[in-house]
Structures are given as C-alpha cells and as structure tokens.
C-alpha cells in the first residue's frame, strides 16, 4: 500500500512569489494536517483538515493557506514568500477512527526561497 | 502551552553499544507520545506510539517508556548499529485535538564502527 505522498519533492522559488504544495494521504485516511520543519528545528504544525473542513490551525501568518478535496488530498498554499519559508513541509495523514490516532508522514517537499 | 524538549542534542556511540534518548514534556494532559525517526532531507518515520494510559511499548531493538505524571519519555536502543544513524523526535499530542503534534528538536545520533 502506498504510504502519504507529497509532491513536488523540491522545488526553488523566489521572495514575492506564490507555492502550491500538494499531498495524497494513505488510503483510507481522512485526516491531514500540514508541518513545517526549519533546518534544525522540531517540525511546527501548521494545518488540520478533516472531511474537507479546517479543523485546526497553527501559529501561522494569513499567506498560509489550505485546502482538501473530496477525495481527501490536501494543497499547501503560501503567498507572497519570504526568506524564513524555506523549509522542509510534511504532510501527515491519520485514520481519526483509530484507537492510536497515529500519525504518518511523508517524505516532504524542500522549499528554497531565495 | 505545551514546550517538548530532548536531551541529549546530539550522541555518538561505537557500535553495539545500548543507549538512551530523553524527551521531556511540561503539560502533563496528553493523549498519546510518538517517536519518530528522520534521515538526513528525509521525512519522518513512526517508530512508536505510547498511549497516555500505557507505561511502555517495544518493536524489535527499540522500547519506549513514558511517566506522564513525571512529563517524561525514554527510548531506550538496544545494541546499536551504523543503520541506527539518524534524528530521533518525540512528539506529544495533547488530549481534545486530532492531530496537532507538538515536537522536540530532537537528538542527532551517530553510530560509529
């Protein structure tokens, strides 16, 4: 079974400008939220959607935006980049039904703003 | 407002050696505690996961401990090796929340032959 994908896996921008960042949660999960790791930092939770609805959100400016399709895949979208975007963006996906409430992550998309 | 810590930053040991990571936590109402493994530009991989009402979990070389009273976690490795070279996060999820993790910085493990 596939795991959480996220895609793209790099990507280079420049300040001003506007990234889409994209993730498909393990089948079956409904529930995805949005991480952002800085180099050498624990990652910071950014956004939770479940069933197409925010369900939680984070200590993050108004250029941080989300959203979830019926088919539960998630968009990142953040406007007007600065320098201290860069960062590595996990998206994690989770089975709200479960006893564990575990988490799953992906393997990020790395943001360069220069 | 939840504040998760890790000690030691950073950890070098030969080979075969057992060692263990501390993850401290300040609120002591979590639901569940998660120990993850991150590879270099990596994302993170689910190494345990301790419910608040368990005191520890075990898969293969690996056991985790937690004293929620305490606010403390422990990952204990038995018998190390260079594959276990990585960063270890603990991260807590606080009761009433679905997903929003709160993380340490981590410890930075190397193996060394």
């Known amino acids: 079974d596939a795991g959480v994908t996220q895609s793209p896996t790099h990507l280079i921008k420049t300040r001003g400008q506007h990234v889409t960042l994209r993730c498909s949660p393990i089948?079956?999960?409904?529930?995805v939220s949005w991480y952002q790791q800085v180099l050498g930092q624990g990652p910071q939770f950014i956004f939770q959607?479940?069933?197409?609805?925010?369900?939680g959100r984070g200590n993050f400016p108004d250029r941080f935006s989300a959203r979830q399709f019926p088919n539960y895949s998630s968009e990142l979208n953040v406007n007007a980049l600065l320098l201290g975007d860069s960062a590595l963006y996990l998206c994690?996906?989770?089975?709200?039904?479960?006893?564990?409430?575990?988490?799953?992550f992906g393997e990020g998309s790395r943001l360069t703003v220069l | 407002k939840q504040e998760v810590t890790q000690i030691p930053a950073a950890l070098s040991v030969p080979e075969g050696e057992n060692l263990v990571l501390n993850c401290s936590f300040t609120?002591?109402?979590?639901?569940?505690l998660q120990w993850f493994r991150q590879d270099p530009g990596k994302g993170l991989t689910s190494l345990l996961l301790?419910?608040?009402?368990?005191r520890e979990q075990t898969s293969g070389r690996l056991n985790a401990s937690l004293d929620k009273s305490s606010g403390r976690s422990t990952l204990y490795i038995a018998a190390s090796q260079p594959g276990d070279s990585a960063t270890y996060l603990c991260?807590?999820?606080?009761?009433?929340?679905?997903?929003?993790?709160?993380f340490g910085t981590g410890t930075r493990l190397q193996v060394t032959l």
């Open positions: 089948s079956g999960h409904k529930s």
């Open positions: 991260a807590v999820r606080p009761t009433g929340t679905a997903s929003k993790l709160t």
């Open positions: 609120d002591s109402a979590i639901y569940n």
């Open positions: 994690a996906s989770s089975f709200l039904g479960s006893r564990t409430g575990e988490l799953f």
């Open positions: 301790i419910q608040s009402s368990q």
């Open positions: 959607y479940y069933e197409k609805e925010e369900r």
